[in-house]
């Protein structure tokens, strides 16, 4: 299962199925049905908020990169952690209710989602610093496979055929790009899929969590508790090595990852889940693209394939959970949706 929540004012949580039910009710941008947008304007918004997720998602790879120069992954994190404490205390001041979602409720969840979310986060900016773009955004397809096998022994979540095909594809395209026992291998390519398991653990939790917790406070407490976590594992005094030169991958690496679920979230409004999801994996040519033009990474075959092979799998999975979706489907009143990506 894609690991994308839908949310109402009671905060309410649904899977891609409901979502899509959902928007069969009444158009995804929350207005009557009467004064549905045109279909070319709901698709031009679509590709907006598409393109600044897209945009997002390299920008944070690009600072990633850049910093990882100077700095070490804790201390890349650590920028991130206290720059995104920074922005969701203006968002809190700007928008003072807000902070009413923020509350000592689910700790202990909390700081498990935290700590395990941190260990993503970590492998995955060693991941940047280590491989080609292509190999790590294409590698990080896999955390739906793994969201599904993890909602499967933890959540009391079917097998069905549809995600068991899924997962067998999505195995093979994993093979396709590690080549394992070949001269190709990249051992830095293991830590990246321990990375994707830890991410997908961190989304399984935060299914439960988002029942009863608002997506303000979970990335508050994301943030709050991983801060002294990334400054455990740097140098104290790092921050000193900061520098006018150092100023774009800063700001970049602390507003893209808000920025990816904010666009990510208005995309959803104007698009249904079929449609999003695939314009997501233009990630992987994208990356490639900026990797070949501006670091002189190759642009390998194999890596392409694997993603392909990988891309398959989870559009399948997402064309049965529609399918079980249309079933199941119980109507909810739409007014007020919000669409909400683990965090």
Request: aromatic share 10%; glycine share 6%.
């Amino acid at each position: 299962m894609f690991h994308y929540r839908a949310r109402r004012r009671d905060e309410t949580a649904f899977t891609i199925p409901e979502v899509n039910a959902l928007q069969s009710v009444a158009p995804a941008t929350g207005e009557r049905t009467d004064g549905v947008a045109s279909s070319r304007a709901r698709l031009g918004w679509l590709a907006l908020w598409m393109s600044g997720t897209l945009a997002a998602f390299i920008v944070a790879a690009i600072s990633v990169r850049a910093l990882s120069k100077t700095f070490n992954a804790f201390e890349i994190m650590t920028v991130r952690s206290a720059g995104g404490l920074v922005i969701l205390f203006l968002m809190a001041t700007l928008r003072p209710e807000l902070r009413r979602g923020v509350r000592l409720h689910r700790m202990g969840l909390q700081a498990f989602r935290n700590l395990v979310h941190f260990g993503s986060q970590i492998c995955w900016t060693l991941a940047i610093a280590l491989l080609p773009f292509a190999t790590v955004f294409a590698l990080e397809f896999t955390i739906p496979a793994f969201v599904a096998v993890l909602a499967v022994l933890f959540l009391g979540e079917r097998m069905t055929s549809a995600r068991a095909t899924a997962l067998c594809v999505c195995f093979v395209g994993v093979l396709v790009i590690l080549r394992p026992g070949m001269d190709a291998f990249q051992p830095a390519t293991l830590l990246l899929i321990v990375g994707s398991l830890l991410f997908a653990t961190a989304a399984v939790v935060t299914k439960k969590l988002i029942l009863t917790e608002t997506t303000f406070s979970i990335m508050f407490w994301m943030n709050l508790m991983q801060l002294p976590m990334n400054f455990a594992g740097s140098h104290p005094l790092f921050f000193l090595k900061l520098d006018a030169s150092l100023a774009l991958p800063v700001l970049g690496i602390a507003v893209a990852g808000l920025a990816v679920h904010y666009c990510l979230t208005n995309a959803f409004r104007y698009g249904d889940a079929m449609i999003v999801i695939p314009m997501d994996f233009l990630r992987v040519p994208l990356v490639a693209t900026v990797g070949w033009m501006f670091y002189g990474e190759s642009l390998d075959v194999f890596v392409f394939a694997g993603a392909a092979l990988i891309v398959t799998g989870v559009l399948w999975n997402v064309r049965g959970e529609a399918r079980r979706g249309e079933a199941a489907y119980i109507p909810v009143t739409p007014r007020g949706e919000a669409i909400q990506p683990a965090e």
